[in-house]
């Protein structure tokens, strides 16, 4: 099967969840046998570094990038505002990238147009232009819009709530909409399905979550070593210029941690991340700041529990999923969790800070009751989060919805 996988920021470097997500689909792909092109955009913020790939990649994906502008333009936004169109999605539009996708379009016959994310679909009507009978597949990483409405839901200035519900409104209004110039949709978990059939949808749909590779996860799994003589030390790793997680973790530290350290004292809790200021939290009992670290994979592999004080977001919260495949025991709250169909018995889920601190604190306090979340949390990654087996269920589904 060939696939036309089209990106909104390029797949690697793998710098945030998205570009994960979108990289184990790709791989997935890959992993069962499919012709995959990936052409991506390129902005500032996420630039494509070609000399940071490794070849093999390169010439598996044939890999294209194309540099577009996304930086606030106050004329287009008037723009977009005075036709009510969305801004959030214009912004993403460049004609110079339509021309690209032409001429992909046109060299080579695609079986699928893969769009990843809403970001890309200001380029069907050229898809449907250039390849007629190609299966067009929307991706859905999460309901774009929830994540500006919460924005402006948050925010108390009352200029930037006016600001921020009208880009809610009108993203909201698109996203709905270009439901039906679509042929296939594909969610990323249960949730954001149900919300799309919420809304009316009738189309096919099938859900493919975030996939990992589970045979080098389960060789490089947790051991989960601890022992007498130190300290129980949770961690947290995620970016810090994504508000939900400054303010999960000021919460966690401010509702949570000061009972959890009086009742085991020389606990410890980690923290480490893109954009975390190096005096955050300094000063507290038991904090440590580790700033931006180089391998996150070997930081998480030091520590007992991580923890994912989520209040607000949207999507799915990849570093949970690649912590159940170590097998490292997750504490975090239902939004952390959500599209995820976990239970207590596969990680610790509590939003209500008294509540949370005691399940940790039994969690920790008891050698045999970590060890089982660290086993519960890895069989559940075997038997939900497996790569390889995500993209050939889904690639299943194309199969069933190309015109031959």
């Not at 995959?36 to 494509?48: C, D, G, N, Q, Y």
């Not at 009208?166 to 594909?186: A, F, G, P, Q």
Request: aromatic share 8%.
């Amino acid at each position: 099967m060939r696939v036309l996988q089209l990106c909104h920021k390029p797949p690697k470097p793998s710098v945030d969840g998205g570009c994960l997500a979108m990289d184990a689909m790709t791989l997935g792909f890959l992993e069962n046998g499919a012709d995959v092109k990936v052409l991506t955009a390129a902005t500032r913020k996420h630039p494509i570094l070609m000399d940071k790939l490794d070849q093999t990649y390169l010439d598996s994906t044939d890999l294209e990038a194309v540099r577009i502008e996304t930086q606030l333009d106050i004329r287009d936004a008037y723009i977009a505002l005075m036709n009510g169109d969305s801004y959030n999605i214009s912004r993403f539009y460049a004609h110079h990238y339509a021309m690209v996708v032409k001429r992909t379009l046109s060299r080579k016959r695609y079986d699928v147009v893969h769009l990843e994310s809403l970001y890309t679909t200001p380029y069907i009507e050229t898809i449907r232009r250039h390849a007629p009978n190609a299966l067009i597949s929307l991706r859905s990483h999460n309901h774009e819009y929830q994540i500006w409405e919460q924005r402006w839901k948050a925010s108390r200035n009352p200029f930037h709530r006016l600001a921020l519900r009208h880009l809610s409104k009108t993203l909201e209004r698109y996203e709905k909409d270009v439901l039906n110039n679509v042929d296939v949709l594909v969610a990323i978990s249960e949730n954001e399905a149900k919300g799309y059939r919420d809304w009316g949808y009738s189309g096919p749909i099938h859900v493919a979550g975030f996939g990992i590779d589970m045979s080098a996860r389960i060789s490089n799994s947790h051991g989960n070593d601890n022992s007498k003589d130190r300290p129980i030390r949770l961690f947290h790793l995620g970016a810090m210029d994504w508000g939900p997680n400054r303010e999960g973790i000021a919460w966690f530290i401010d509702s949570v941690w000061p009972e959890l350290v009086k009742r085991h004292p020389g606990t410890e809790f980690h923290l480490a991340g893109k954009s975390l200021p190096p005096d955050l939290h300094a000063g507290v009992e038991g904090i440590v700041n580790h700033g931006e670290v180089a391998d996150a994979d070997l930081f998480a592999s030091q520590y007992d529990m991580l923890v994912v004080p989520l209040l607000r977001g949207a999507g799915i919260r990849v570093k949970i999923v690649e912590a159940l495949a170590k097998g490292i025991p997750v504490a975090t709250t239902k939004m952390g969790v959500a599209g995820l169909d976990l239970e207590n018995r596969d990680c610790i889920i509590c939003g209500e800070p008294d509540q949370l601190c005691e399940l940790i604190s039994d969690a920790i306090g008891n050698q045999s009751n970590l060890q089982m979340l660290s086993l519960n949390s890895r069989q559940i990654a075997i038997d939900r989060f497996d790569r390889k087996t995500i993209g050939k269920d889904l690639l299943e589904f194309y199969r069933g919805h190309v015109q031959t």
